[in-house]
Structure formats: structure tokens, C-alpha cells
């Protein structure tokens, strides 16, 4: 393993999990890149956008994630980056990233807006959106095509974070 480079990665929470780790390891060596799949970035859930559009019928519900939400972190300030990452007050500087969304998830603005926001903040960023997908796709691998596609999409962009050879090499 060689510790200048090093990923994070996560889904949904984890994802929110992994955005948050990057920002904390911004001024440390080593991190070089972080995937996020359906990342939750925001610390409470808006009446619009996808919240809106997908709140029911689409396998997580904006229920769901109001509740998810009070059980993470009942009482805390939900516009703490450490909460929040759309929140940080700076994104510069982070560890490159790959964010992946799906077309009918309540959280596809998350990470849609966060990989706005990382690019405005310079920081270099790949965003694929799977259409006609839900929140938990990407663990559906061997039922549908698009899982598989993601999991390759994913493995390719950290060989080339690695810096190992990319697609067709393993």
C-alpha cells in the first residue's frame, strides 16, 4: 500500500461519511481521490428538487431520510459541515472526485449539487448519472446492467487516481 495514495469512498451515508473525511484530510498527504455514490451533503431535507419530485415510490422515501436524519444527529447544528459537506465554507484544495447519482433517488440533487460545488471550487470532479436507477443500485450487481457499469466506472477512475493502468488492465 503506498500511502500517498489513498482513497475514500462511500454510499448514501458512507458517502456523506467519505465527503467528510476528505474535507478534514484536505491539508494532509496521501488522500488522492474520493467516490461517492448518492452522497447525502446536505444536513436536513429540502421541499424541492429531487427531495420533492422522488419523496415517495422510489425506494427510500423523504420520510425515510427525515428520520435518518434525526438518529444521526438528534440535536446538533445541521449546518455543520461535519454534518453538511455542501455546507463547508471552502471546497478548495480537495482530493479529486467521482460522484455517482441515480436518476430516481431523493438524494440525486445531493450529490449533483456537490459535485457543482467542488467544481466551482476548482477541485476536479467526474459526475455520472444513471438514468432510470434508485438510491441502491450500485448493490444490484448480477440483476441489472447499470450496477455493473457503475461498479467498472468506479474501478477505472481509481486506477487512474492510483495511478495504474486504466480500463482493460487489472
Partial sequence: MDPQRIAVAGSSAGGNLAAVVAQQLRDQSGL?????IYP???????DTGTFSTYAEGYFMTSHDMAYFYEIYAPGVDRTDPRIAPLAAPSLSGLAPATIITAEFDPLRDDGEDYAAALASAGVPVVLRRFDGQVHPFVYLGGLIEDAAQARAF?????????????AGTA
Fill in 40 to 46: 447525502v451533503t446536505r444536513g436536513y431535507v429540502p
Fill in 32 to 36: 488522492c481521490h474520493q467516490v461517492l
Fill in 154 to 166: 468506479i474501478g477505472t477512475r481509481l486506477r487512474e487516481a492510483f495511478g495504474q493502468e486504466s
